[in-house]
Each structure stands twice: as C-alpha cells, then as structure tokens.
C-alpha cells in the first residue's frame, strides 16, 4: 500500500524531523476516541491507518448511543473530520515495524519519532471455508445477536455450528425469533447442550453443511451434504477472531494463554509507552465500548506523558538554579 498523508490545518507532510507526542495506529473508534482526546489535550498526535476496518462489510452498526444505525464508514469519515479540527495529522498507510524509542517506520515513508505508541490496529474474522460464506458475509450471514439480530426478528434463522460458541449463540437468539434452528455441522453436541436447547425450543438438524443457498442476492437457505436445503432468510456463525497483533508481538507485550495481549485497565501494555486498546485487545469490544477503551487510554496517555513533562521541568529548573548559584 502506497503512504499517502492527510495533514490538518494546512500543516506540511510528516518528514521524520518531528516528535510526536503520540502515534495511534488503527482509525477505528477506539483509534480515533483516543486521538480526539489527545488532540483537545494540545498533544501532537498522529493517527496512521490501512484503511480496512473489521465492520467494513456491515451496513450499520448498532448499540451506539446516539449512532444507531449508522454507517460503520460514516462514523470513521465524522471521527476523521472532528480529530483534524484539533491538529491531529492522519496517515493513510501501514506501520512496517516500531523501533526502539518508537521511531515508527511507516511503508514507503518516512521513520517517525513519537513518545508513546498506542495500537488500535483490530482483529480480522477467520471464516470457515463453507461456500457462500464470505459472499454473504455482514450481510445475512452473520456474528453478533445484540449487532444484528433486532433487524432480522421474527424471521427463520440458522446457527452453523463450526465454533464451540454455536450453542450459546442459538439459545441467545431465541430472545429475537421462535424459529431457530442449530445445524451441528462436525460439531459435537454433549447431552446437556441438547437438553438446553430442546428446552429452550430450538430445532436440531443433523449433518454436514454443503453450502449457502442464495438467489437474487438473497440467502435462502443452508445445503446440507446429503442435500436437503434448509430453508432460512439469516443466519448467524461465530468466527475465530485473530488480532493484528503483529507490532505488539514484535515489542514483546506480554500475552495471556489464549494468545491475546495483556492489559490494564486503561490499555497500557507490558512494555513501557505502549496501550492497546479495541479489538486487537479485547474482540468482545463493541464499537461503542472500543470508543471508551480508546477515550480512557486517551486520558492514561496524556497523565503518563504529564509526568515525564514534570519530571524533566523539574530537572531543567533545578540545572538553571544550580547554573546561577
């Protein structure tokens, strides 16, 4: 991907001379939450984006306060235009590693110096390899109920069961339509998972999953192996997330057993000067919810950069007193 800069206020293209007090890799909610923050804190900051956020096949997204319903891309294009207003300089392309004392060396660019790195770089959807299943991706075949199931209630669905979560995923939806039916897939289904489901009114059709069935742009149902067509309008999987860890790996941030980097609180990393926040941090997050992980990494940031800002005050004022002594 070719480096292409989008500067605020009529400021020049980055050049590798500056020193940002931060660099904000992903433009996503919790990016931009962080680097709006940041910005009305009069940090110098520069937010750097590959431009492939996870939503970008869903039409709206929901569960956001005021935004329901939007555009995924709508909101990104307001965050983009709200950081700008306070100097916050957007890079349109890909970290190709961190250096230590965070010199950031972008692809095709230049090495840029920050101070403190926050990484909100996502997660991507690892899809099962099922026919028809990344073509109808975030349209009617999708992930998250309390994302989507509201606008396909009272409607046929499906759970495909290629993911342990299958199950809970199909007792939830009941919550949304009293036709749902689990297809096991290679799944196996212990005997208290059948009584759940049973009791809870849902319908188990055995057998391997062929494919999806679309006509006129539409899913219309789930093949099976043996042939059989299930008939449905949505249907839901549950996808194994894979963060874009890579820089946090690379910086050797601490990891959890399941693979995902470790955290406090307000994001901040193993390694001193770096917070990750988002999907690459938590893949449970919601936009909503990845906009608040950014906004309080946003506030952790700047009282980390304030102390050093103190301490070397501090030692300035104490060399100029010792100077005139």
């Not at 004392?101 to 990484?119: A, D, I, T």
């Not at 975030?138 to 509201?150: E, I, K, Q």
Request: aromatic share 4%.
């Amino acid at each position: 991907m070719k480096t292409t800069v989008n500067t605020s206020s009529g400021s020049t293209a980055p050049t590798g001379d500056e020193v940002y007090d931060v660099a904000v890799i992903g433009a996503g909610a919790a990016g931009l939450s962080a680097a709006l923050l940041l910005g009305r804190a009069r940090r110098r900051v520069v937010v750097i984006d590959a431009g492939e956020p996870r939503n970008a096949p869903a039409a709206h997204m929901h569960g956001f306060l005021s935004r329901d319903g939007l555009p995924p891309a709508t909101l990104l294009d307001l965050g983009q235009a709200e950081i700008a207003h306070y100097g916050v300089d957007v890079i349109r392309g890909r970290v190709e590693h961190v250096e230590p004392g965070y010199g950031v060396r972008l692809e095709g660019g230049p090495v840029l110096r920050v101070r403190r790195l926050l990484v909100a770089t996502g997660l991507r959807d690892e899809l099962p390899d099922i026919p028809g299943v990344r073509e109808r991706w975030g349209r009617d075949l999708l992930h998250c109920p309390y994302c989507h199931a509201y606008e396909v209630r009272d409607q046929p669905l499906a759970v495909l069961g290629t993911h342990p979560g299958a199950v809970h995923q199909a007792l939830l939806l009941r919550q949304w339509s009293d036709d749902v039916v689990l297809l096991p897939h290679t799944l196996d289904l212990t005997a208290q998972d059948r009584e759940q489901l049973k009791a809870r009114g849902l319908y188990l059709i055995e057998g391997e999953i062929k494919q999806l069935v679309v006509d006129d742009d539409r899913l219309r149902g789930i093949e099976l192996a043996d042939g059989r067509v299930v008939p449905r309008t949505a249907a839901f999987l549950f996808p194994r997330p894979v963060p874009h860890d890579e820089l946090l790996t690379r910086l050797g941030c601490d990891k959890d057993d399941a693979g995902w980097v470790v955290t406090d609180r307000t994001g901040r990393t193993s390694v001193a000067g770096v917070w990750a926040v988002g999907n690459v941090a938590d893949a449970r997050a919601q936009v909503v919810a990845a906009a608040g992980m950014g906004s309080t990494a946003g506030f952790a940031i700047n009282t980390d950069l304030l102390d050093e800002d103190v301490d070397r005050a501090v030692e300035q004022h104490r060399h100029a007193a010792a100077a005139t002594r």
